[in-house]
């Protein structure tokens, strides 16, 4: 993890001193909640209660008049006469009825307003603090990647600082404004830094720098009003006015940038944030910011909008530390429909409630009540289909679940090599999964009455077929119902077609829509399963007519073409081996290198230890480099074929018991890539041989040319064999290979071996071949 620097010290410091003096004050000071209004006679009335509040505990009524606070005039009072509300005070008197009522020791906080205001904020800021972190170590140092950090932070203390301003505590109103009302202008600033490092530009820096100006502007006026604790009332709805503007910019900002560029790779960047911003900040804004200025009424609490601020930090964090996102479009699609299924019920649930509880209802509580259900509707039916698709082969029997049954036939299907076999599986599992009476699997020609049968069938079942399917032109997948019971169209040709027939279900009951579409499912996956099949064995068959019966050998176009493959596929196995496991290993000894060589107080055995740990990753170092090389070699086209002969000769001579003698004189052609890599894996095939099966001493190789063909010859003094055997050996000793490769470039190849007399082998092709093979 990277260490701090000085200035995010001092904001991490900055915000923990904060933090713990607003849950200070917001432990030792209760939420009282009284709301207050000066009449014509300069009396100050209480005109509201907020709930969850020690007044709404105590019941305080409202239309009471305040007559002092802890024994002088309310006005006198800093909450009184600046906001128009009762809070940290220790004491105060109401009178209503022509009755006076003091009230002292206001030290308790309800449960709800616990949670709400204190722990919630407080986990806010730990979440936050932790993606910070996880941003921090996971994301490569940039400016975009602080100004995110920033962003978190600022959100979670403003969060925070709710639980202090509603106690119309002066320090945390003046948080609680400037955080709000800056945290917008540094997303802006992050989303221009962000992008401008794609290279992805809609937008002028201006806009930002603007109105950091503004902000700064109308936070210094609120900070002059609370310095001099003279709140003017027209300033009041200020700082939320400005902050609906700011809104406003930056959802004009997001979409603007999703419609242009929408179809592009940054496409479902701008997807992602226009969704997670809307998630975070459409309950603030339209059901707590926009009714306060409107109609001077929040259909929700700040707390419970602030709740979906959590949106924000997880959203950024999974774009700048995921390399692969979730399918935004899915997860959209899916909770839309969702929206659509809830909004119906949720309109039901609030006029069902009016009806029973005797209360009066207002617009607003309609409101609340239809939101709330209509969001844990949509809660519900995720969480549905979630567990749908992880439990429900749990906590469902296995074979009556039709999905559990596919993938069953499925796996099945892969052990099956004819259709039969194939026919016999699937009708085991319908029989499982749908508990039918009898099953019948037959085949009938489409022209003459001719069938084709897996097991006999009674005599009244093939005349029920007559009667009922007189036409015998169906899809496959048909399902066909006739009071004798119901089949389905597994196969069809131009000469016949396959139906699984069954008498009908064990209950007697007909076929739901579930089960006709699991029918329809397993017969096409069948369909295409049996023409895989017969395609599969017209190739062998095909392939089978291509070998020569006395040869055994290919055509020269099918060993070309089955020899590029194979190399195609070593060459990207090396690759994929060179920038994967190999760069890992790298890595970790570089690491452990500088642990050793930095680390002096570590212990003589944990050091020796270490050092063991790193030979060996050494040692599979080069192990891996190996392998990639044998698989592919290196720099073959660059340093030419002699030169990587040299090179593979060396490499067998170091774990072999036998010397190679190579000569190349004479050798000059010019040849292509396939003659090269062909000639070396055929050296490289010699040599293995004779490092596993000849017991040689020496080898000896020779690389020649003539103005017409390309001669290799090898032999060794090792025990040979006996060549009467001919096919046997070459398919146990690995020269089929050797064969086939020299086949696919019309060369020859000519073996010399007899038991103890060693082995020799000549291997000569022309300079050109007719035909060029690319995959």
């Known amino acids: 993890m990277r260490v701090l620097n000085w200035k995010q010290m001092l904001l991490v410091l900055f915000i923990i001193l904060s933090a713990c003096y607003i849950t200070f004050i917001s432990v030792t000071q209760p939420l009282i909640g009284i709301d207050l209004e000066q009449n014509s006679n300069d009396e100050w009335i209480i005109t509201q209660i907020k709930g969850e509040s020690w007044a709404d505990e105590k019941m305080i009524p409202v239309g009471a008049e305040l007559i002092s606070v802890e024994g002088a005039a309310p006005g006198e009072h800093y909450t009184v006469r600046m906001f128009g509300e009762l809070e940290n005070a220790k004491s105060f008197t109401v009178k209503g009825l022509n009755e006076k009522v003091s009230y002292s020791s206001i030290n308790e906080s309800t449960f709800l307003h616990w949670t709400l205001f204190i722990i919630l904020p407080l986990l806010f800021l730990c979440a936050t603090f932790w993606i910070s972190k996880i941003v921090q170590s996971k994301v490569a140092k940039r400016f975009s990647a602080n100004?995110?950090?920033?962003?978190?932070?600022?959100?979670?203390?403003?969060?925070?600082?709710?639980?202090?301003?509603?106690?119309?505590?002066?320090?945390?109103?003046?948080?609680?404004?400037?955080?709000?009302?800056?945290?917008?202008?540094?997303?802006?600033?992050?989303?221009?830094?962000?992008?401008?490092?794609?290279?992805?530009?809609?937008?002028?820096?201006?806009?930002?720098?603007?109105?950091?100006?503004?902000?700064?502007?109308?936070?210094?006026?609120?900070?002059?009003?609370?310095?001099?604790?003279?709140?003017?009332?027209?300033?009041?709805?200020?700082?939320?006015?400005?902050?609906?503007?700011?809104?406003?910019?930056?959802?004009?900002?997001?979409?603007?940038?999703?419609?242009?560029?929408?179809?592009?790779?940054?496409?479902?960047?701008?997807?992602?944030?226009?969704?997670?911003?809307?998630?975070?900040?459409?309950?603030?804004?339209?059901?707590?910011?926009?009714?306060?200025?409107?109609?001077?009424?929040?259909?929700?609490?700040?707390?419970?909008?602030?709740?979906?601020?959590?949106?924000?930090?997880?959203?950024?964090?999974?774009?700048?530390?995921?390399?692969?996102?979730?399918?935004?479009?899915?997860?959209?699609?899916?909770?839309?429909?969702?929206?659509?299924?809830?909004?119906?019920?949720?309109?039901?649930?609030?006029?069902?409630?009016?009806?029973?509880?005797?209360?009066?209802?207002?617009?607003?509580?309609?409101?609340?009540?239809?939101?709330?259900?209509?969001?844990?509707?949509?809660?519900?039916?995720?969480?549905?289909?979630?567990?749908?698709?992880?439990?429900?082969?749990?906590?469902?029997?296995?074979?009556?679940?039709?999905?559990?049954?596919?993938?069953?036939?499925?796996?099945?299907?892969?052990?099956?090599?004819?259709?039969?076999?194939?026919?016999?599986?699937?009708?085991?599992?319908?029989?499982?999964?749908?508990?039918?009476?009898?099953?019948?699997?037959?085949?009938?020609?489409?022209?003459?009455?001719?069938?084709?049968?897996?097991?006999?069938?009674?005599?009244?079942?093939?005349?029920?077929?007559?009667?009922?399917?007189?036409?015998?032109?169906?899809?496959?997948?048909?399902?066909?119902?006739?009071?004798?019971?119901?089949?389905?169209?597994?196969?069809?040709?131009?000469?016949?077609?396959?139906?699984?027939?069954?008498?009908?279900?064990?209950?007697?009951?007909?076929?739901?829509?579930?089960?006709?579409?699991?029918?329809?499912?397993?017969?096409?996956?069948?369909?295409?399963?049996?023409?895989?099949?017969?395609?599969?064995?017209?190739?062998?068959?095909?392939?089978?007519?291509?070998?020569?019966?006395?040869?055994?050998?290919?055509?020269?176009?099918?060993?070309?073409?089955?020899?590029t493959i194979a190399e195609n596929q070593r060459k990207q196995l090396s690759i994929d081996l060179h920038d994967t496991v190999l760069q890992e290993q790298l890595y970790l000894y570089r690491r452990m290198d500088d642990l050793l060589s930095k680390r002096s107080d570590l212990p003589k055995t944990l050091d020796a230890e270490l050092s063991m740990y790193k030979e060996s990753l050494l040692d599979n170092i080069h192990l891996i480099r190996e392998t990639c090389n044998e698989l592919r070699p290196a720099f073959i086209e660059e340093i030419g074929l002699v030169h990587s002969l040299e090179t593979l000769i060396e490499q067998y001579q170091l774990r072999s018991n036998f010397t190679v003698y190579f000569t190349s004189e004479g050798f000059n052609a010019k040849l292509d890539q396939e003659h090269v890599l062909s000639i070396f894996r055929i050296v490289q095939e010699l040599l293995t041989n004779a490092m596993k099966h000849s017991n040689a001493k020496i080898v000896k190789l020779s690389l020649s040319n003539n103005d017409h063909q390309v001669m290799l010859l090898y032999s060794d003094d090792g025990k040979g064999m006996d060549y009467s055997f001919q096919r046997d050996l070459f398919s146990h000793i690995g020269l089929s290979g050797i064969e086939q490769r020299v086949n696919g470039l019309n060369g020859h190849l000519k073996i010399e071996t007899a038991p103890d007399e060693g082995f020799k082998s000549i291997i000569t092709f022309p300079y050109k071949v007719t035909k060029e093979v690319e995959v």
């Open 147 to 563: 100004q995110l950090m920033l962003f978190f932070l600022l959100i979670a203390l403003g969060y925070l600082s709710n639980s202090g301003a509603v106690r119309d505590d002066l320090y945390s109103i003046f948080l609680n404004s400037i955080l709000f009302l800056i945290s917008p202008v540094v997303l802006i600033h992050f989303l221009y830094n962000y992008f401008s490092e794609l290279k992805v530009y809609w937008f002028s820096r201006k806009i930002y720098q603007v109105l950091y100006i503004l902000v700064t502007l109308v936070t210094a006026v609120e900070s002059y009003f609370l310095i001099t604790t003279r709140y003017p009332p027209f300033f009041y709805h200020v700082p939320g006015t400005m902050l609906f503007i700011l809104y406003i910019i930056l959802f004009f900002i997001i979409f603007k940038g999703l419609s242009i560029y929408k179809d592009t790779s940054v496409g479902t960047v701008f997807k992602y944030m226009s969704v997670g911003m809307s998630v975070a900040f459409f309950p603030y804004i339209f059901l707590y910011l926009t009714p306060a200025l409107t109609i001077h009424a929040k259909i929700i609490p700040l707390e419970i909008a602030a709740i979906f601020l959590i949106a924000l930090p997880v959203t950024f964090m999974y774009l700048v530390t995921r390399e692969r996102l979730i399918d935004i479009h899915f997860v959209i699609g899916r909770l839309r429909y969702y929206a659509l299924l809830s909004a119906l019920p949720s309109v039901f649930v609030p006029i069902m409630i009016s009806m029973f509880v005797e209360k009066d209802l207002t617009m607003i509580d309609h409101l609340q009540i239809y939101l709330t259900t209509h969001l844990l509707l949509i809660i519900l039916l995720s969480i549905k289909e979630i567990l749908d698709f992880r439990l429900q082969k749990f906590l469902f029997v296995a074979r009556y679940s039709y999905q559990e049954s596919m993938h069953r036939i499925s796996k099945e299907m892969k052990d099956q090599s004819n259709a039969v076999d194939l026919m016999k599986v699937m009708r085991k599992e319908i029989g499982n999964v749908l508990k039918v009476r009898e099953m019948y699997i037959y085949s009938i020609h489409n022209e003459r009455k001719m069938y084709c049968v897996y097991d006999p069938i009674p005599d009244d079942i093939l005349n029920h077929f007559d009667d009922y399917f007189p036409n015998r032109h169906y899809d496959v997948g048909t399902i066909l119902e006739t009071g004798k019971g119901f089949g389905v169209i597994v196969g069809f040709t131009l000469d016949k077609i396959t139906m699984l027939w069954c008498r009908g279900k064990k209950d007697y009951t007909s076929l739901n829509r579930d089960e006709k579409t699991y029918l329809q499912t397993v017969a096409q996956n069948a369909n295409i399963a049996i023409e895989n099949m017969n395609l599969i064995a017209d190739l062998v068959k095909e392939l089978r007519t291509l070998r020569s019966d006395q040869t055994h050998k290919y055509p020269t176009w099918l060993s070309r073409l089955l020899f």
